[in-house]
Protein backbone atom coordinates (compact mmCIF):
# COMPACT_ATOMS: atom_id res chain seq x y z
CA UNK A 1 0.00 0.00 0.00
CA UNK A 2 3.00 2.09 0.88
CA UNK A 3 4.86 1.51 -2.33
CA UNK A 4 1.31 2.30 -4.00
CA UNK A 5 1.34 6.09 -2.71
CA UNK A 6 4.37 6.31 -3.38
CA UNK A 7 4.50 5.68 -7.00
CA UNK A 8 1.57 7.37 -7.48
CA UNK A 9 3.11 10.33 -4.89
CA UNK A 10 5.92 10.74 -8.00
CA UNK A 11 3.83 10.53 -11.03
CA UNK A 12 1.84 12.99 -9.48
CA UNK A 13 5.52 15.02 -8.80
CA UNK A 14 6.49 13.68 -12.66
CA UNK A 15 3.09 15.63 -14.01
CA UNK A 16 3.49 18.84 -11.98
CA UNK A 17 6.88 19.04 -13.64
CA UNK A 18 6.07 18.91 -16.85
CA UNK A 19 3.38 21.60 -16.46
CA UNK A 20 5.29 23.76 -14.75
CA UNK A 21 8.02 23.41 -17.99
CA UNK A 22 5.08 24.14 -20.42
CA UNK A 23 4.06 27.51 -18.27
CA UNK A 24 7.42 28.44 -18.89
CA UNK A 25 8.07 27.93 -21.85
CA UNK A 26 4.70 28.94 -22.72
CA UNK A 27 5.25 31.96 -21.06
CA UNK A 28 8.77 32.50 -23.19
CA UNK A 29 7.29 31.64 -26.01
CA UNK A 30 4.10 34.21 -25.90
CA UNK A 31 6.31 36.74 -24.65
CA UNK A 32 8.01 36.34 -28.05
CA UNK A 33 5.05 36.39 -30.23
CA UNK A 34 3.72 39.50 -28.10
CA UNK A 35 7.60 41.23 -28.59
CA UNK A 36 7.16 40.61 -32.57
CA UNK A 37 3.61 41.72 -32.97
CA UNK A 38 4.45 45.67 -31.31
CA UNK A 39 7.75 45.27 -32.91
CA UNK A 40 7.12 47.69 -35.60
CA UNK A 41 5.07 50.28 -33.42
CA UNK A 42 8.42 50.90 -32.04
CA UNK A 43 11.30 51.11 -34.26
CA UNK A 44 14.42 53.11 -33.45
CA UNK A 45 14.64 53.79 -37.16
CA UNK A 46 13.76 53.37 -40.24
CA UNK A 47 14.46 49.52 -41.64
CA UNK A 48 13.87 50.25 -45.32
CA UNK A 49 16.08 53.96 -44.89
CA UNK A 50 19.41 53.98 -46.85
CA UNK A 51 22.02 55.65 -45.87
CA UNK A 52 25.46 55.75 -48.27
CA UNK A 53 27.77 57.32 -45.67
CA UNK A 54 26.73 54.43 -42.86
CA UNK A 55 27.62 51.42 -45.38
CA UNK A 56 28.24 48.25 -43.04
CA UNK A 57 29.16 50.00 -39.72
CA UNK A 58 29.87 48.22 -36.90
CA UNK A 59 27.38 48.16 -34.05
CA UNK A 60 27.64 51.49 -32.13
CA UNK A 61 25.17 52.99 -29.41
CA UNK A 62 23.17 54.81 -32.68
CA UNK A 63 23.16 51.40 -34.61
CA UNK A 64 23.28 48.50 -31.83
CA UNK A 65 23.62 45.90 -34.21
CA UNK A 66 25.67 47.92 -36.68
CA UNK A 67 24.25 48.74 -40.11
CA UNK A 68 23.94 46.23 -43.43
CA UNK A 69 25.54 46.94 -47.24
CA UNK A 70 22.76 49.73 -47.53
CA UNK A 71 23.67 51.45 -44.59
CA UNK A 72 20.01 50.30 -42.91
CA UNK A 73 19.67 49.82 -39.47
CA UNK A 74 20.24 46.27 -38.40
CA UNK A 75 18.44 46.37 -35.17
CA UNK A 76 15.10 48.10 -36.64
CA UNK A 77 15.34 45.44 -39.71
CA UNK A 78 15.33 42.52 -37.24
CA UNK A 79 12.35 43.67 -35.08
CA UNK A 80 11.05 44.52 -38.39
CA UNK A 81 11.18 41.33 -39.58
CA UNK A 82 9.86 39.16 -36.67
CA UNK A 83 6.45 39.85 -37.61
CA UNK A 84 7.24 38.33 -40.93
CA UNK A 85 9.19 35.48 -39.96
CA UNK A 86 6.89 35.03 -37.07
CA UNK A 87 3.63 35.65 -37.45
CA UNK A 88 3.39 34.34 -41.24
CA UNK A 89 4.96 30.53 -39.94
CA UNK A 90 2.19 31.31 -37.38
CA UNK A 91 -0.56 31.86 -40.00
CA UNK A 92 1.01 28.85 -42.05
CA UNK A 93 0.87 25.99 -39.20
CA UNK A 94 -2.62 27.29 -38.16
CA UNK A 95 -4.38 26.95 -41.93
CA UNK A 96 -2.22 23.57 -42.36
CA UNK A 97 -3.40 22.32 -39.34
CA UNK A 98 -7.19 23.20 -40.43
CA UNK A 99 -6.76 21.59 -43.75
CA UNK A 100 -4.85 18.38 -42.91
CA UNK A 101 -7.16 17.63 -39.60
CA UNK A 102 -10.33 18.14 -42.08
CA UNK A 103 -8.71 16.06 -44.30
CA UNK A 104 -8.17 13.44 -42.18
CA UNK A 105 -10.80 13.02 -40.22
CA UNK A 106 -13.45 12.69 -42.97
CA UNK A 107 -11.22 9.84 -44.78
CA UNK A 108 -10.44 8.12 -41.73
CA UNK A 109 -14.37 8.28 -40.70
CA UNK A 110 -15.54 7.47 -43.60
CA UNK A 111 -12.91 5.55 -45.11
CA UNK A 112 -13.58 3.84 -48.47
CA UNK A 113 -13.07 4.68 -51.94
CA UNK A 114 -12.44 8.06 -51.25
CA UNK A 115 -9.77 7.90 -48.43
CA UNK A 116 -8.00 5.50 -50.92
CA UNK A 117 -7.11 7.96 -53.46
CA UNK A 118 -6.75 10.80 -50.92
CA UNK A 119 -4.16 9.07 -48.85
CA UNK A 120 -2.18 7.82 -52.14
CA UNK A 121 -2.20 11.25 -53.15
CA UNK A 122 -0.64 11.94 -49.85
CA UNK A 123 2.23 9.34 -50.13
CA UNK A 124 3.02 11.33 -53.38
CA UNK A 125 3.69 14.37 -51.62
CA UNK A 126 5.06 12.64 -48.21
CA UNK A 127 7.88 11.02 -51.12
CA UNK A 128 9.18 14.63 -52.51
CA UNK A 129 11.21 16.35 -49.77
CA UNK A 130 8.97 18.84 -48.68
CA UNK A 131 11.37 22.31 -49.42
CA UNK A 132 12.38 20.77 -52.81
CA UNK A 133 8.40 20.85 -53.90
CA UNK A 134 8.58 24.00 -52.06
CA UNK A 135 11.14 25.77 -53.88
CA UNK A 136 10.28 24.65 -57.16
CA UNK A 137 6.39 25.67 -56.81
CA UNK A 138 7.78 28.91 -55.69
CA UNK A 139 9.32 28.79 -58.80
CA UNK A 140 6.94 29.09 -60.78
CA UNK A 141 4.99 31.40 -58.48
CA UNK A 142 7.66 34.08 -58.00
CA UNK A 143 8.67 35.57 -55.39
CA UNK A 144 6.56 36.74 -52.87
CA UNK A 145 5.27 36.28 -49.07
CA UNK A 146 1.87 34.76 -50.19
CA UNK A 147 3.66 32.64 -53.13
CA UNK A 148 5.89 31.36 -50.26
CA UNK A 149 3.06 30.58 -47.57
CA UNK A 150 1.23 28.34 -50.80
CA UNK A 151 4.71 26.90 -51.64
CA UNK A 152 5.30 25.10 -48.73
CA UNK A 153 1.43 25.00 -47.61
CA UNK A 154 0.79 22.48 -50.41
CA UNK A 155 2.93 19.90 -48.36
CA UNK A 156 2.77 21.25 -44.85
CA UNK A 157 -0.44 19.42 -44.44
CA UNK A 158 0.46 16.28 -45.18
CA UNK A 159 1.53 15.10 -41.94
CA UNK A 160 -1.60 16.23 -39.64
CA UNK A 161 -3.97 14.36 -42.48
CA UNK A 162 -1.84 11.56 -41.67
CA UNK A 163 -2.14 11.72 -37.61
CA UNK A 164 -6.17 12.27 -37.46
CA UNK A 165 -6.70 9.94 -40.26
CA UNK A 166 -5.37 6.74 -37.77
CA UNK A 167 -6.82 8.65 -34.56
CA UNK A 168 -10.47 9.12 -36.33
CA UNK A 169 -9.62 5.53 -37.50
CA UNK A 170 -9.21 4.33 -33.82
CA UNK A 171 -11.91 6.78 -32.40
CA UNK A 172 -15.03 5.77 -35.18
CA UNK A 173 -14.63 1.99 -33.51
CA UNK A 174 -15.06 2.73 -30.12
CA UNK A 175 -18.34 1.30 -28.26
CA UNK A 176 -19.80 4.70 -27.74
CA UNK A 177 -19.33 5.86 -31.59
CA UNK A 178 -21.73 2.60 -32.22
CA UNK A 179 -24.14 3.46 -29.63
CA UNK A 180 -24.54 7.04 -31.12
CA UNK A 181 -25.17 5.92 -34.46
CA UNK A 182 -27.95 3.54 -33.12
CA UNK A 183 -29.70 6.48 -31.69
CA UNK A 184 -29.97 8.00 -35.09
CA UNK A 185 -26.90 10.51 -34.53
CA UNK A 186 -26.00 12.10 -37.78
CA UNK A 187 -22.24 11.55 -38.81
CA UNK A 188 -21.84 15.44 -38.96
CA UNK A 189 -22.65 15.51 -35.13
CA UNK A 190 -20.72 12.37 -34.42
CA UNK A 191 -17.86 13.75 -36.01
CA UNK A 192 -17.96 17.18 -34.28
CA UNK A 193 -19.18 16.24 -31.20
CA UNK A 194 -17.28 13.41 -30.44
CA UNK A 195 -14.91 12.47 -32.81
CA UNK A 196 -12.98 16.14 -33.23
CA UNK A 197 -12.67 16.72 -29.54
CA UNK A 198 -10.86 13.56 -29.44
CA UNK A 199 -7.88 14.05 -31.59
CA UNK A 200 -7.83 17.68 -31.40
CA UNK A 201 -5.40 17.15 -28.59
CA UNK A 202 -2.54 14.89 -30.22
CA UNK A 203 -2.70 17.23 -33.30
CA UNK A 204 -2.25 20.60 -31.64
CA UNK A 205 1.08 18.56 -30.05
CA UNK A 206 2.13 18.22 -33.57
CA UNK A 207 1.36 21.67 -34.14
CA UNK A 208 3.74 22.94 -32.12
CA UNK A 209 6.59 20.65 -32.78
CA UNK A 210 6.04 21.75 -36.70
CA UNK A 211 6.57 25.34 -35.67
CA UNK A 212 9.96 25.47 -36.31
CA UNK A 213 10.78 23.28 -39.00
CA UNK A 214 8.03 25.40 -40.72
CA UNK A 215 9.80 28.79 -40.09
CA UNK A 216 12.94 27.61 -41.25
CA UNK A 217 11.33 26.42 -44.64
CA UNK A 218 10.36 29.85 -44.79
CA UNK A 219 13.64 31.70 -44.14
CA UNK A 220 14.95 29.27 -46.60
CA UNK A 221 13.18 29.93 -49.66
CA UNK A 222 13.63 33.57 -48.66
CA UNK A 223 17.26 32.88 -48.47
CA UNK A 224 17.35 31.73 -51.81
CA UNK A 225 15.41 34.44 -53.21
CA UNK A 226 11.86 32.84 -53.43
CA UNK A 227 10.46 34.32 -50.42
CA UNK A 228 9.28 38.39 -49.61
CA UNK A 229 10.04 40.53 -52.20
CA UNK A 230 13.33 42.68 -50.90
CA UNK A 231 13.05 45.84 -49.33
CA UNK A 232 10.60 43.86 -46.86
CA UNK A 233 12.75 42.93 -43.67
CA UNK A 234 12.63 39.13 -43.51
CA UNK A 235 15.24 36.95 -41.41
CA UNK A 236 16.23 34.51 -44.07
CA UNK A 237 16.12 37.36 -46.66
CA UNK A 238 18.44 39.55 -44.45
CA UNK A 239 21.10 36.49 -44.18
CA UNK A 240 20.95 36.31 -47.99
CA UNK A 241 21.63 40.08 -48.63
CA UNK A 242 24.72 40.41 -46.44
CA UNK A 243 25.83 36.93 -46.92
CA UNK A 244 28.48 38.47 -49.72
CA UNK A 245 29.73 40.82 -47.07
CA UNK A 246 30.44 38.67 -44.24
CA UNK A 247 33.83 38.68 -43.91
CA UNK A 248 32.98 43.50 -44.11
CA UNK A 249 29.91 43.67 -41.90
CA UNK A 250 29.65 39.77 -39.94
CA UNK A 251 26.90 41.69 -37.57
CA UNK A 252 24.23 41.91 -40.80
CA UNK A 253 24.20 37.98 -41.47
CA UNK A 254 24.91 36.46 -37.46
CA UNK A 255 22.16 38.61 -35.90
CA UNK A 256 19.34 37.62 -38.25
CA UNK A 257 20.65 33.84 -37.97
CA UNK A 258 20.98 33.84 -34.76
CA UNK A 259 17.51 35.09 -34.08
CA UNK A 260 16.59 32.52 -36.36
CA UNK A 261 18.10 29.80 -34.38
CA UNK A 262 16.66 31.46 -30.89
CA UNK A 263 13.40 31.85 -31.63
CA UNK A 264 13.43 28.09 -33.49
CA UNK A 265 14.75 26.42 -30.48
CA UNK A 266 12.40 27.93 -27.92
CA UNK A 267 9.10 26.98 -30.18
CA UNK A 268 10.75 23.26 -30.43
CA UNK A 269 11.37 23.44 -26.57
CA UNK A 270 7.45 24.27 -26.00
CA UNK A 271 6.53 21.45 -28.64
CA UNK A 272 8.76 19.33 -26.89
CA UNK A 273 7.39 19.97 -23.51
CA UNK A 274 3.93 19.90 -24.45
CA UNK A 275 4.21 16.47 -26.29
CA UNK A 276 6.27 15.59 -22.68
CA UNK A 277 3.06 16.37 -21.12
CA UNK A 278 0.45 14.69 -23.07
CA UNK A 279 2.78 11.42 -23.07
CA UNK A 280 2.82 11.85 -18.95
CA UNK A 281 -1.04 12.01 -18.88
CA UNK A 282 -1.45 8.83 -21.11
CA UNK A 283 1.11 7.19 -19.22
Keep these: MKKEKQKLSRTQLKKLKMKRKVIIWGVIV ?8 MAPFFLPQDPLETNALMMRKPPSFEHPLGTDNLGRDVFSRL ?3 ARTSIFATIMLVIFSFIVGTTIGVVCGYYGGFLDDIVMRFTDILLSVP ?6 AVAGMLGGSLVNTLIAIGITSWTSYARLARSHAM ?8 NACRLTGTSDAT ?4 HVVPNLVGPMLVNAT ?14 F ?7 PTPEWGAMVSESRNYLQLAPWAVFSP ?5 VTVMLFNYFGESVCDLTNTKEA
Excluded: D, H, K, Y
Design 170 to 177: RIRQLPFI
Design 257 to 261: AIAIL
Design 190 to 193: IIMS
Design 209 to 222: LEIGSTMLNIAGLS
Design 30 to 37: SFVLIMSF
Design 224 to 230: LGLGVAP
Design 79 to 81: LAG
Design 130 to 135: QLVLAI
